[in-house]
């Protein structure tokens, strides 16, 4: 609503919300809950001079028009206004796909795939114990040729100290896999 920018003075002959002349149109008594309802929206509308205005007059009666009433205290309208305040508000982050977290206590720092800790059984995988495997990965990776799993190997753990300080977990075929370079 465009309201906050009037510029008018308040008295009892104008309406609260649109300052035009009361004797205009059908209006309302503005009571207790009304100047309550005024302030929330005044507020959510960044009108500082009515809400300052309703704060220092609650004694006083306050008249508005019915029109402007029903138009400026809409939960429809508030919502809008409070959405887009809040969508203004935000920062947008922009994601990108090399961005993306890597969560190395749920998913093999080796392939990438979910560790199914279930059925260790079926699919055994074991956690990264020792600085003998961080190191060895290392160094596959620098001394390998530059296929497409090992830079993504190598992504990892550059994105970190060492997987064991990250508790990072592998299966244990893949790591075999790995090692053999198949």
Known sequence: ???CDVD???????????????ETEHFVIVRAKGVEALIRHATVFNNVK???YLLSNENYIMKEHDRC????THSRVL???AKQQSTADAIPTKRLRSCQSFNFREDCCLCGLSVDKKHSTQYPWSEVSTFEIDNT???LCHSRSCDQWTEKVHGRLQSCNDFRAEDAIYHKTVLFQFL???
Do not use: H, P, Q, W
Request: proline residues 0%; hydrophobic residues 40%.
């Open 1 to 3: 609503m465009a309201l």
């Open 8 to 22: 008018f003075e308040y008295s009892d002959k104008v309406c609260v919300v649109c300052g035009v002349d009361i």
């Open 50 to 52: 009515l809400k300052n």
């Open 69 to 72: 009433r029903k138009t400026y």
């Open 79 to 81: 919502k809008t206004v």
């Open 137 to 139: 990965v290392r160094s």
């Open 180 to 182: 053999v370079g198949s």
